[in-house]
């Protein structure tokens, strides 16, 4: 009866024994991942040492080790400053919006684009989407403030057509500044982040679409059954590499756009740690901002992992 | 199949450099391939090659070629690199400088000049100073004991606002509440001496004359209140008590106490009145969200009457659009106003005699391997034949001299002087480094021509000059009658500047900063005035402003007791 | 056979499809064509007229003074350098890394990969990164453009997702045969994967084209590394708030940097990245297909 069952050793050994034989396989596997790790470690996880400083009064001319250790000092500034809150409710908002409308007009014009049949209208058209992309935020912000601004398109178009009696100043209400960045970032990357699902669609087995004519299948439906379908192990992997950034909303277009009016809902914590700690000679500061972005997003990234297993989607490790 | 795929990748590069062949071919790029780096230093070797980073924003970033900086480098045998700071913060590029222990020759480091002392980044200039006569004719010995550090030692200069022999200022550089040439035209030349007479006068014009020659509609009252520019909404209340621009508090001349003037009943008047005008429409209601440009835009149009505005702030830009559109003759230009809270008190708008900043200026880092060439280099800037070369250019190219030996500009280099490309290819003024304002060692022209009395009257536009004979005067300085009684410690904001959250006094300024951005928009508009103004104050005192005025108070002292030293001796 | 070809349904997709594109176009078309408008335009001209789709007052002195900075004509080489050798580079090692990971039986699979997903969110700041990089001598060196970015997991991870989707029958029967790693990388996957390497040569020569942090941080003491964009920030700069210095804008009597010369600064920049993209457009707009591979 011993005979069938299989020590923990004998596994432990088979396993050995499997891994070695494994590894003699794939010599190329192993090397180049060595030395991807090396680089890694050098230009990734090195520099990651100055997470020290957070714990320190770090003084750049004292260096890492010389500076004096003051513990939790710098999380308890950063947390008992009212600012941060308001900044860290903000930084969120803004990022889930963005995210959300992100994905959904990015999707949705990469399914729209890829039924214009027109050759070289799609082609126009999708030459056009992306050349906001390349205008930088400085030029954007500035034509965003134009278009918005008392006597510009849209209150020209509110008082004309829609009857409003006078100019509303959209800089000045705190309701419209979380969607006014939303639609600018939209504005000025749909083009660009439906690439990657353009690409995707190329890898769309065209068999299912000539199964779907047999079918008879209207153009929405197949775009809704299998165009869309097929995009979704792209869409997860994007998900859940933008979920861990929901923390980096922008900094420019707050950093510009915003003013004294509406700084309760656009100053975020770029803006917050740039006031607090950079400015002020502060590194500590920020680098515990850093460390505080950082775990949230790794926490957010794993929990969406964790999901996604569950799920049994794409996942990112 | 393995082939094209190595096309299509080598495509996209391909692509870039054809698509840039039209520049890759100009002259100068050859050394830029060599990307190592290690290819400009082909100079004579007795030339000297200095490097200087400048922890603020360049004005004016010139070419390698430049041809004034040719002359100077012939005649002095030296030359130096300029690097400023661009897209990053003051301190944060400072960090870096003093984190990997590796400085330039010069340096400027803004707001993070101390942090460069306390790194031992810096060379003493005691041994130096004496060695060299123009560097030590640039202070007083009590305005060199101003820059001594907590150890004794000086170890950096302050540049700028300095003046030699008689002061030839001509315009107000600093703040006022400015209002247009029509408009004082138009109300034949009155006396304006409160916020409520020049209110008065604005709505009058505006109710008189709406709009502007071309139809657009008038704005009588702006102000800029974007990010650190807000100084013009939040300080005039110490200019209105009559007080000069400490810039963050007001010092009381007798009693020697430092003085907060956000809580003064003065400023209350001074938000009231705002608020009364918003509340009227007089103010612009799109003051609070317009930012920079948007504001100097408004400005080039010629609709805004009046704002308050230090004059570099605006009128670079605004007068060169007035000159370049032919608007000037409508009377567009702005003329300053010396304004205090009540009738018959004295102002300081003005403050003669220059403004001497200890907070900042430019230092010789332990990395300079030639430290007297260094030191002898801005010697050697501050003589006269150098400093006219700098600020004046070369003579009958940039400059004509007349029978008097005194210095003009045609129309044409006057053009020149302001072109951006001409800035760039040919002048040299080595900005950051020691300048003098006032008169030059000829004793008859002015260091800057800017001053030149002449250069000044011929540029000024027929409606400002009807404005300087109705009121008698012969600068912009006249009309504002100001006074001067700023004591020895004057400029307090030279201490604030420096302030970091590293000390209660510091934490409370950026707090105070903070609540201020917050509430004055609120005060401003608020329906409720008084009540919206306690809220205020009560946010205000939060802040705790008695620890900044505390550490203010600290500073003023160990001034004044500085300033007693050097005089008994 | 495609007797349902134009139903009502279909139809009534085609027309909002066309409305949505034409506001689409509209929309998107606008701030280019304000932009190239403005750049032709007088600088002051344009504080006291708004320009909209014509110059107001045309002139061609911004494109002349953004030319005459000789740091354009630095930045330009650097800048067409830098895109060509980061793209060739970053492609080759991150399809690489990106091919490892996904394969199946790679023995580190997992923990490879969580090791690159992390340096996604975590980074130890300027001073730290400027201090190793320091030490590595790729301060005032070309080369820090090219390596410290060369591997980045965001593009890996869209390879690999791609190449996830390649049947791994292709792969075994390769095996079979007695093909290696690399020779299954190099013969079979890569040119299945040319739609996903098209598009992260895309975005790697867009990031190249518009990187300017790096030469700011790593570079700026060197005139003769600038890169195009760094010189295109010094000019757009005068807009930001944190431009000031009160005493250098007292003392230097400067005037703002017209937004003309901005936009033509601007222009001039995207130009070429523009001009380069319909090369790469076929890749994934014609709708190449591997479709046949598939089992």
Redesign the interface.
């Known amino acids: 009866m011993a005979s069938n069952t299989i020590k923990p050793e004998d596994l432990q050994a088979h396993k050995k024994v499997k891994f070695l034989d494994e590894a003699k396989r794939q010599p190329f596997l192993l090397i180049s991942s060595a030395l991807l790790l090396i680089y890694g470690i050098i230009f990734y996880y090195i520099p990651v040492i100055g997470w020290i400083t957070a714990f320190q009064d770090y003084k750049p001319a004292k260096g890492f080790f010389g500076s004096q250790w003051i513990g939790l000092e710098k999380f308890k500034k950063l947390f008992e400053n009212k600012t941060f809150y308001l900044a860290f409710r903000n930084t969120l908002a803004m990022g889930v919006i963005n995210l959300v409308f992100h994905f959904v007009t990015a999707i949705a014009f990469a399914l729209l684009l890829n039924e214009v049949r027109i050759f070289i209208a799609k082609k126009f058209i999708q030459t056009v989407s992306y050349m906001p992309h390349f205008l930088s935020w400085i030029i954007v912000t500035a034509i965003v403030r134009e278009v918005l601004s008392a006597d510009g398109i849209v209150n020209e178009f509110l008082m004309n057509v829609c009857g409003n009696e006078t100019a509303i100043d959209f800089f000045a209400v705190k309701g419209y500044f979380w969607w006014i960045v939303a639609f600018t970032n939209v504005w000025k990357e749909t083009g660009w982040n439906a690439i990657i699902y353009l690409a995707a669609i190329t890898a769309i087995d065209p068999s299912l679409y000539e199964a779907a004519d047999m079918d008879g299948a209207s153009r929405f439906q197949k775009m809704w059954y299998i165009t869309l379908p097929s995009l979704r192990p792209t869409i997860m992997i994007l998900l859940l590499i933008n979920i861990g950034n929901v923390l980096n909303a922008g900094f420019e277009l707050q950093y510009i756009l915003g003013n004294d009016v509406i700084s309760d809902v656009s100053k975020i914590l770029d803006v917050f740690i740039l006031d607090w700690g950079i400015s002020q000679f502060d590194f500590s500061l920020g680098t515990a901002a850093g460390i505080f972005k950082s775990v949230i997003a790794l926490i957010l990234v794993c929990l969406g992992n964790f999901i996604a297993k569950k799920t049994g989607d794409e996942r990112l490790f | 199949?393995?082939k094209t795929?190595i096309a299509?990748?080598?495509?996209?590069?391909?692509?870039?450099?054809s698509?840039?062949a039209g520049?890759?071919k100009?002259p100068?790029?050859t050394?830029?391939?060599?990307?190592?780096?290690e290819?400009?230093g082909a100079a004579p070797a007795q030339v000297k090659e200095f490097?200087a980073?400048f922890a603020?924003?360049?004005?004016?970033?010139i070419?390698?070629?430049n041809e004034i900086q040719k002359i100077i480098t012939e005649k002095i045998g030296a030359k130096c690199?300029e690097?400023?700071?661009?897209?990053?913060?003051?301190?944060?590029a400072v960090?870096?400088f003093?984190?990997?222990g590796?400085y330039?020759d010069f340096i400027n480091g803004?707001?993070?000049m101390k942090?460069l002392y306390?790194?031992?980044?810096l060379i003493a200039w005691d041994d130096y100073i004496d060695k060299y006569p123009n560097i030590k004719e640039f202070f007083s010995d009590y305005e060199w004991s101003q820059f001594r550090q907590s150890d004794g030692k000086i170890y950096w200069m302050n540049p700028?606002?300095n003046i030699y022999g008689a002061d030839k200022t001509t315009t107000q550089?600093g703040e006022a509440f400015w209002i247009q040439a029509r408009v004082l035209e138009w109300a034949k030349y009155p006396k304006i001496e409160t916020l409520d007479d020049y209110f008065k006068v604005l709505e009058e014009y505006n109710a008189a004359n709406p709009t502007t020659h071309d139809g657009k509609k008038n704005i009588p009252y702006t102000m800029l209140?974007?990010?650190?520019?807000?100084f013009c909404l939040e300080n005039a209340p110490q200019f209105l008590d009559g007080y000069p621009n400490d810039g963050s508090c007001m010092v009381d001349v007798n009693t020697k106490k430092i003085m907060d003037y956000n809580t003064t009943p003065t400023a209350k008047r001074y938000f009231k009145k705002l608020n009364e005008e918003y509340q009227k429409g007089v103010v612009d209601?799109?003051a609070?969200?317009q930012?920079?440009?948007?504001y100097?835009?408004k400005l080039?149009?010629g609709v805004v009457l009046g704002m308050c505005d230090?004059w570099?702030?605006f009128a670079?830009?605004v007068n060169?659009?007035f000159k370049?559109?032919d608007?000037e003759k409508y009377g567009y230009n702005y003329i300053p106003l010396g304004l205090t809270i009540d009738k018959g008190m004295e102002n300081q708008w003005y403050t003669s005699g220059g403004t001497l900043?200890v907070s900042?200026g430019i230092a010789i880092t332990k990395d300079c391997k030639d430290v007297e060439g260094a030191f002898k280099f801005i010697n050697d800037l501050l003589s006269q034949e150098i400093h006219d070369l700098r600020f004046w250019g070369v003579k009958d190219v940039d400059y004509k001299v007349d029978e008097n030996g005194l210095y003009y500009r045609t129309e044409e280099q006057r053009k020149n002087a302001?072109d951006?490309?001409y800035k760039?290819?040919h002048l040299c003024t080595y900005?950051?480094f020691p300048?003098w304002s006032g008169t030059s060692r000829d004793g008859k022209n002015a260091m800057m021509p800017?001053e030149q009395p002449s250069e000044f009257k011929d540029s000024l536009p027929e409606p400002v000059k009807k404005v300087f004979e109705a009121y008698g005067a012969n600068t912009y300085i006249d009309i504002l009658g100001s006074v001067n009684k700023a004591g020895p410690w004057y400029p307090m904001y030279s201490y604030s500047n420096n302030m970091?959250?590293?000390t209660a006094g510091?934490t409370a300024w950026?707090k105070m900063g903070?609540c201020k951005?917050?509430w004055?928009?609120k005060v401003v508009m608020a329906k409720d005035f008084d009540k919206t103004w306690d809220e205020y104050m009560k946010a205000y005192a939060a802040c705790k402003p008695e620890d900044f005025v505390a550490e203010m108070q600290q500073e003023l002292d160990k001034r004044i007791a500085a300033y007693e030293a050097a005089t008994k001796k | 056979m495609k007797l349902k070809k134009y139903g009502p349904g279909d139809i009534i997709f085609e027309v909002f499809l066309i409305i949505f594109m034409v506001i689409f176009l509209a929309v998107t078309l606008y701030p280019i064509i304000n932009t190239l408008a403005l750049s032709f335009n007088d600088g002051f001209d344009a504080l006291v007229h708004k320009v909209h789709f014509i110059p107001h007052s045309p002139t061609l002195d911004n494109y002349k003074a953004v030319f005459a900075k000789e740091g354009y004509r630095f930045g330009a080489v650097n800048t067409v350098l830098r895109t060509l050798f980061g793209t060739l580079i970053s492609l080759v090692v991150n399809a690489i890394l990106a091919y490892v990971i996904s394969r199946k039986r790679f023995l580190f699979k997992k923990s490879f990969s969580l090791f690159w997903v992390i340096t996604m969110y975590v980074n130890g700041g300027l001073i730290p990164t400027y201090i190793t990089f320091q030490k590595l001598h790729l301060i005032n060196n070309f080369l820090v453009y090219i390596i410290p970015g060369a591997v980045s997991a965001f593009n890996m991870l869209v390879i690999r997702n791609y190449m996830n989707g390649i049947p791994e029958s292709l792969e075994e029967s390769a095996q079979i045969d007695g093909a290696g790693y690399f020779k299954i990388f190099y013969s079979i996957i890569s040119p299945l994967c040319k739609p996903v390497y098209a598009t992260i040569a895309l975005f790697v020569a867009v990031y190249q084209w518009n990187a300017w942090f790096d030469a700011m941080l790593y570079n700026k003491m060197r005139d003769n590394l600038t890169v195009l964009q760094y010189e295109l920030m010094k000019q757009l700069q005068t807009a930001m708030k944190s431009a000031g210095s009160v005493e250098g804008l007292k003392n230097g009597g400067t005037t703002i940097t017209p937004n003309s010369i901005r936009a033509a600064a601007t222009i001039l920049t995207m130009l070429p990245i523009i001009c380069i993209y319909p090369f790469l457009q076929r890749y994934f707009v014609t709708g190449l297909t591997i479709g046949g591979v598939k089992e």
């Open positions: 199949m393995k795929k299509a990748v080598a495509l996209a590069s391909l692509m870039s450099v698509a840039m520049c890759t100009t100068g790029a050394t830029g391939t060599a990307a190592s780096g290819t400009s490097s980073f603020v924003p360049a004005t004016t970033e070419n390698k070629d690199n690097t400023w700071l661009a897209g990053q913060q003051a301190s944060e960090g870096v003093i984190a990997s590796e330039p803004g707001d993070a942090a306390e790194a031992g980044a700028f606002e550089n209140c974007e990010d650190w520019r807000y209601t799109g609070f969200t930012t920079y440009d948007e100097i835009s080039s149009t230090q570099w702030d670079y830009t060169d659009v370049t559109q608007t900043n900042s302001a951006p490309n760039t290819k900005s950051y300048q800017a970091k959250t590293d510091g950026t903070e951005h917050a004055l928009p």
